[in-house]
């Protein structure tokens, strides 16, 4: 099918990408002209696993192009997807007024039935909004279906979630777009849930705030686990074999972050209380993620002491393994708080220095994940990168002036740390 896809940021960029990997014959479009110009010469502007490769091989098969013409993308395609950004506003809620001006391109450039498709996560009711939209500012008498089709994918794990999806979530109005939308998923052989608009935006926020809440729990259990002498990771294993629960989402850390479950969790709340009704539990969810953090900094406050004047090696800057994004990452946050209480901080990531030096400021960048120790007081683990397993402790252990690791991820084992002389602090354990 020819699809188009409006936005080229994570996901646009990913299910575009992966659709004419599937054999659909796909335009990208994206304002920015830069990042179309980048993305035509073969270039990448975000890292995630896999995209690039796949990307390369689209375009050499003619099944993948980048514009920065809406009328060009709407002209070619029966079916278009709204992927462009819904960042929070200051109290909140989301702000769609990308959504709205790329409903206006598309209305003005529409001449004949279009399928237009709500890729964005956007607050129950949008789709309603978007149909108005393109009725107001379209010619009179044009014909075309609004649907909702949310996005499930993680970033560092987007291509293989987009190839090989638990379901499709697939809602609408009327039945006229519902082959349409089947054939374009047919590839995927997973499951299609066809539902209303609502149902449909009102899955993807639910969804991501109970995942954003099952890592709460788990939290809150090992802030139980820590005054009871328990192993929080024991008690996910425990729980997470009973097939109700599920062992997924329920690793222990400093705090969950990102683009995606801050920013949810707050839409969800105001949408929710502008429908009347308090969401007083996904609240709780808020505090117990910054409580998180807070608890994590005590541990090392209490530990060290007096923290000014003391330099620390932190691991990890994204805002999580496999991904150079640092929108809303905990690690960013606490090197932050770090440096209030006067730590000076030498840092690491595999791949997130470049988008970290545009926030972090007075901080050493070190280039090898092993040199960091070099002169550190302490070492503390940020991000959940499984590369950081390969740590050469012994090293680090000659090289901190105490040997004292701050594990915010749990990625070694306590009693391991302790035989090979460290003193080693991590979430929820002993
Ligand atoms: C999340 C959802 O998992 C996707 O299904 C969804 O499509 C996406 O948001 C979105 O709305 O676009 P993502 O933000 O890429 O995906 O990252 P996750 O893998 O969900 O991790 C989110 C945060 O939770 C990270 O900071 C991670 O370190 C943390 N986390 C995750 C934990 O602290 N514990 C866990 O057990 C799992």
Known sequence: MKLTLIGTGYVGLVTGTCFAEAGHQVTCVDKDADKVALLNAGGMPIFEPGLEELVGKNCAAGRLCFTSSTREGVERSDVIFIAVPTPALPDGSVDLSFIEAVSREIAAAMTGYRIVVDKSTVPVNTGEKVAETIK???????????????????????????MKPDRVVVGVSSRRPVAAMQEIYAPFHAPVILTDISSAELIKHAANSFLALKISYINAISALCEVSGGN??????????DSRIGRG????????????????????????????YDFG??????????AQMDRFVKKITDTLWVVKGKTLGVLGLAFKQNTDDIR????????????????????HDPQA??????VLKDVTFV??????????????IA??????????LERARKALSHPIIFDGRNLFDPAEMERLGFLYKSIGRK
């Open 383 to 392: 991000t959940e990168w499984p590369v950081f397993k390969k740590l050469d």
């Open 353 to 358: 220095m470049d988008k970290a030096r545009a």
């Open 249 to 276: 989402f329920l690793d222990a850390s400093l705090g969950f972050g990102g683009s995606c479950f801050p920013k949810d969790l707050s839409a969800f709340i105001r949408i929710s209380e502008t429908l009347g």
């Open 367 to 380: 280039d090898q994940m092993d040199d960091v120790a070099t002169g550190c007081d302490a070492l503390v």
């Open 136 to 162: 107001r500012y379209g010619k009179a008498g044009l014909e075309f279906d609004v649907v909702s089709n949310p996005e499930f994918l993680r970033e560092g794990f987007a291509v293989g979630d987009f």
């Open 281 to 290: 539990l996904l609240k709780e969810v808020q505090r117990i993620n910054a």
């Open 232 to 241: 929080v990771q024991e008690v996910a294993r425990g729980m997470g074999m």
């Open 328 to 347: 809303m990452s905990p690690a960013i946050q606490l090197c932050q708080r770090l440096q209030h209480e006067g730590a000076s901080l030498r840092v």
